[in-house]
């Protein structure tokens, strides 16, 4: 990160440290990556959960999300900085709705976000253009979730080998 932007954030503040992925978002290469890497332990931790409470969890780290980087953003003074990266924490657990946690199906379901969020097919690169703020941080990686939920699905049920390889 930059130095004029790394000094209007504090890990010290619960927000920034949230919003910045623990610290993942710092790394200064793949961002976005890094912070999806880090929702992978968080994923594996929750894995015993109820599907009510991960679905609950899901919503909160979404609805709580547009607090966190719209917070962290304006700290920074720039929309959407690659450090935010809370937003694809959220957008991983978007991505793992009624999936079974397995070594495969995170390995998949992570290359499946990544794609998604990197590649912005229709409708998130209009809306990661077009909505800005905590709500257009978000928006566009939930839907990325959403997509690469969808295709884990359809992987689970026409093509089951592929997230039962280890």
């Known amino acids: 990160m930059q130095a004029e932007y ?3 954030v504090s890990m010290k503040n619960p927000v920034h440290f949230l919003a910045l992925g623990f610290g993942s978002g710092l790394v200064p290469f793949m961002p976005g ?3 999806s890497l880090a929702a992978l332990p968080l994923l594996v931790a929750c894995s ?3 599907v009510v409470s991960f679905i609950a969890l899901t919503l909160i ?22 450090s935010i990266v809370w937003d694809e924490i959220a957008g991983m657990f978007i991505t793992f709705l009624f999936v079974p946690i397995s070594a495969s199906s995170l390995l998949v379901g992570f290359v499946l976000f990544r ?7 229709w409708p998130i690169g209009i809306i990661d253009k077009r909505l800005h703020g905590g709500t257009g941080i978000m928006l566009d990686d939930i839907l990325a979730g959403a ?3 969808g295709c884990l699905h359809l992987l689970m049920v026409f093509w ?3 997230l039962a390889l280890f």
């Open 33 to 35: 990556t890094f912070g």
């Open 115 to 121: 794609l998604f969020d990197i590649l912005k097919p």
């Open 160 to 162: 089951p080998a592929a």
């Open 61 to 82: 780290f979404s609805v709580v999300g547009i607090y966190l980087c719209g917070k962290t953003a304006d700290d920074m003074q720039v929309h959407d900085h690659g």
């Open 147 to 149: 997509m690469a939920c």
């Open 6 to 8: 790394r000094a209007r």
């Open 48 to 50: 015993k959960i109820s």
